[in-house]
């Protein structure tokens, strides 16, 4: 079975920093280009981030250039998505996701994913 576990959410200060990682497993990692979507409450999720199946060459959502960095570690099966700066709008359940047919045209689209993980709720408050 595919599985992704998404982990390290909980709450944090304004200007704060979380890891987040996403443990995968029951596929060929490399394979799969991996990204990470938010959802706020009442909300429709958002794209945040992907990053390509191997090289590392990653793309970000404007509101989370320059504060939010992507990688992934091939030989852990293992995504990342380290925030910095975070502020009170990057509130919500970050959810990393994962397909192999995924291209840069389709990479912001929450429907091209087959694969998610359970979600790990990330709040920033003071």
């Known amino acids: 079975d595919v599985q992704l576990q998404a982990s390290g959410g909980g709450l944090v200060q304004p200007g704060g920093s979380l890891r987040l990682s996403c443990v995968a497993s029951?596929?060929?990692?490399?394979?799969?280009?991996m990204s990470w979507f938010r959802q706020a409450s009442g909300e429709g999720p958002e794209w945040v981030s992907s990053i390509a199946r191997v090289g590392g060459t990653a793309a970000y959502a404007d509101s989370v250039k320059g504060r939010f960095t992507t990688s992934r570690d091939n030989a852990k099966n293992t995504l990342y998505l380290q925030m910095n700066s975070l502020k009170p709008e990057d509130t919500a359940v970050y959810y990393c996701?994962?397909?192999?047919?995924?291209?840069?045209?389709?990479?912001?689209?929450?429907?091209?994913?087959?694969?998610w993980g359970q979600g790990t709720l990330v709040t920033v408050s003071s």
């Open positions: 029951g596929f060929t990692f490399s394979n799969y280009t």
């Open positions: 996701a994962g397909d192999p047919t995924v291209i840069t045209s389709t990479m912001r689209l929450s429907s091209a994913y087959r694969y």
